[in-house]
């Protein structure tokens, strides 16, 4: 009984240390590559289109989240992480959303990895490609992802305002890690809306 515990003990230390260690890692990477945090964001908004503090937002009905295959076979609650942080930086401007699509400004996304989609189809498709690059050799061991997000009105059926962001993914190791970057890139996506 004791040699059991004992080796219970001494099991749970040497996971917890292999755990510590592989967060500490994780954190080191940032540290010697800072590099690998940056963001590439272009955005593009139709000149005759204004925002105004009546502005509010909903989700396009169905379908509002294109996330490529790589992302579901994941695992990660990539739909959660985005829907709240486009949630939160938008109502962080000062709009509302609504639940219903009525006069408000309608939202759809798509985000995939560069092994699905890279700049050139990025380009092709959305008109539009943040070009992100990998100049470093640590850059290189991690593959970019892009978010592009349209902000569609409801009467004309016309994208009126387009973001898209490139980063580098898997850098984070925890949810509340990715929680915490997925909200500040959001922010920085959203940054250039007027406040309401």
Known sequence: ????????IIFLSVMSLLLCSFLVQAEDIKVQHPELERSS???LTQPSFKFTG???????EKNHADISGAFKKSGLP????????????????????SSEGKDSLLIQ???SLESEMDDMALAIHYGLAPGLNANSEASR???????VVDLIDPVLMKVVWRGAIGVFTGLEKTDEGRKNRVSKLLKELFANLPAA
């Not at 009984?1 to 219970?8: H, Y």
């Not at 061991?141 to 978010?147: C, I």
């Open 1 to 8: 009984m004791v040699i059991t515990r004992r080796s219970g």
């Open 41 to 43: 964001i272009v955005v």
């Open 54 to 60: 009546n502005t509010q937002f909903s989700w396009v």
């Open 78 to 97: 990539v739909q959660t992480l985005l829907d709240e942080g486009i949630h939160q930086a938008i109502k962080d401007k000062g709009y509302r959303f």
């Open 109 to 111: 996304y798509h985000v």
């Open 141 to 147: 061991k991690y593959e970019r992802g892009t978010l």
